[in-house]
């Protein structure tokens, strides 16, 4: 990426940040909420609703999306379960629940892709590429959208399953940020219902932000963390990561701090400005449905 310079633009109803970067045409927004689940309580739900649009409500905040992302918890297959834990499977039509609200992109590098085994994650690829939805991982392959004359890249990555070969992964990414602007990068990482970052979150930003990173997106935690700038040495602007947006749409009823999930818009505009926010959402888990806070 060009050289920029960071700025900070105050407060609105969120939090708000300015980023000046080379000079750009075009205006384009992308669009991150955590994690999407759409098995169990949820899949029941569904069942139960006659008009069911779960994220009708964020619909003011995503509708002048050019890219709107989740992390989905769930493959979407009729393949029987071959995992011994938690199994978050859904069927293949709750994708309409994503199609609706106008998903553009879902990452599946998580540990639950493979809970119906690989023929399960092989049939989620095909039902989310045929309602034209962009699949990203569970490989570490880039995958590019041309957005306005700008070629956006994501990455997807588990740390969670198993760790991050950095040694292997730290190329793709060098070589992606050489092709991309932006370069995003989707992590699922970290402890479940922690608030704060663990060290290894902290430790694999710094190195995915050096590799070229621009956008680090974290999910897992089920619980929203804080975010943070990360220098790049003298020549390059910060890097941004936000540890964990939390859960998007979950069944998920025990910790209060499961039920808040974060949104978060970026914001790339003429004159090469790039701006984010962030909104904060409550979900209903039991009819499976997303209540704004910040209307």
């Known amino acids: 990426m060009k050289d920029r310079i960071f700025r900070a633009a105050g407060f609105l109803a969120a939090l ?32 139960r609703s006659k008009d069911w649009r ?31 834990g938690y199994m978050l499977c859904a069927r293949p039509e709750m994708v309409s629940a994503l199609k609706t609200a106008s ?47 700008r070629l956006a890249g994501f990455i997807a990555l588990d740390d969670v399953t198993r760790a991050v070969d950095v040694p292997s992964v730290l190329p793709l990414v060098e070589e992606a940020a050489r092709r991309a ?35 680090i997106i974290g999910h897992h935690p089920h619980v929203v963390q804080p975010m943070e700038f990360l220098p790049r040495g003298t020549d390059q602007p910060p890097a941004i990561v936000f540890y964990s947006l939390g859960n998007a749409l979950f069944d998920q009823h025990g910790l209060p701090d499961t039920r808040t999930g974060a949104l978060v818009n970026l914001n790339f505009g003429p004159g090469g400005t790039l701006l984010y926010s962030v909104e904060t959402f409550e979900i209903d888990p039991v009819n499976g449905v997303i209540r704004r806070i910040n209307p």
């Open 103 to 149: 998903f553009d992109l879902v990452t599946l590098a998580n540990n639950h892709i493979l809970d119906c085994g690989e023929a399960g994650k092989d049939q989620t690829h095909l039902t989310l590429s045929g309602m034209g939805i962009h699949p990203v991982g569970p490989d570490a392959k880039p995958v590019y959208i041309n957005l306005r004359g």
């Open 16 to 47: 708000v940040f300015i980023i000046v970067l080379s000079p750009e045409p075009q205006f384009f927004r992308i669009t991150f909420v955590g994690d999407v689940m759409l098995g169990r309580g949820i899949q029941s739900a569904a069942e």
């Open 54 to 84: 779960p994220f009708q409500d964020l619909e003011p905040s995503t509708y002048w999306s050019d890219v709107l992302a989740a992390n989905l918890e769930s493959p979407l297959t009729i393949a029987p379960p071959q995992t011994g």
């Open 181 to 215: 602007d932006p370069l995003i990068i989707s992590i699922h990482w970290g402890s479940e219902y922690q608030p704060s970052p663990a060290p290894r979150q902290r430790a694999l930003a710094s190195m995915l932000a050096n590799a070229g990173a621009d956008v």
